[in-house]
Antibody, heavy 122, light 110 residues
């Protein structure tokens, strides 16, 4: 069965960096685009970024552009999110999620991880 | 781009039907049929309930249905059951390779 397990969350000071990982199993990771989605406390979901299956294309929300970088290592079945210059408003549970369609993303997801909490505070 | 608009809460008694709306713009819901709905029990992974406006993944009861009119998509849950109580949120593809989510609706089964 499809499993997505996020790690790397924690408490970090404003302006510092953090790298999230998402270990995938139960499917051919290299065939699917992957997303990061976050949910701030008491707020709705916010899409953060998408990376195509081969890593050739990446898209991100305006709120994180220039600070967050999505990447993947298909040999390790792992998705990453490098988060730099973190702000208080980045505090959220971060989910990795699989795009529903192999190869060409359709920009919605069918499987989600359980999430990892990132808290940005001094 | 702003998030899609959902009512914060909805409720119904067992056996009744309830409809949750998701309002966007002509740059997202109104133009693209890539609208999906998710059920989320806090602390658990969200579950895809509807995709491409009206399609149900295998295993999702046919009590759940989706529709769209103009810039507004809707999720209808018929024959409400206690286990349907959860948060529901919508998402849509938006122009320029973006994804928008709704703020979420807490469904209460009375």
């Amino acid at each position: 069965q499809v499993q997505l397990v996020e790690s790397g969350g924690g408490v970090v000071q404003p302006g510092r960096s953090l790298r999230l990982s998402c270990a995938a199993s139960g499917f051919t990771f290299s065939s699917f685009a992957m997303h990061w989605v976050r949910q701030a406390p008491g707020k709705g979901m916010e899409w953060v970024a998408l990376i195509w299956s081969d890593g050739s294309k990446k898209y991100s929300a305006d709120s994180v552009k220039g600070r967050f970088t999505i990447s993947r290592d298909n040999s390790k079945n792992t998705l990453y999110m490098q988060m730099n210059n973190l702000r208080a408003e980045d505090t959220a549970v971060y989910y990795c999620a699989r795009d529903i369609n192999p190869d060409i993303p359709l920009y919605y997801v069918d499987y989600w991880g359980q999430g990892t909490l990132v808290t940005v505070a001094s | 781009q702003s998030a899609l608009t959902q009512p914060p809460s909805a409720s119904g008694s067992p056996g009744q039907s309830v409809t949750i709306s998701c309002t966007g713009t002509s740059s997202d819901v109104g133009t693209y049929n890539y609208v999906s709905w998710y059920q989320h029990h806090p602390g658990k992974a969200p579950k895809l309930m509807i995709y491409e406006v009206i399609k149900r993944p295998s295993g999702v009861p046919d009590r759940f249905s989706g529709s769209k009119s103009g810039n507004t998509a809707s999720l209808t849950v018929s024959g409400l059951q206690a286990e349907d109580e959860a948060d529901y949120f919508c998402s849509s593809y938006a122009t320029s390779d973006k994804v928008l989510f709704g703020g979420g609706t807490k469904l209460t089964v009375l």
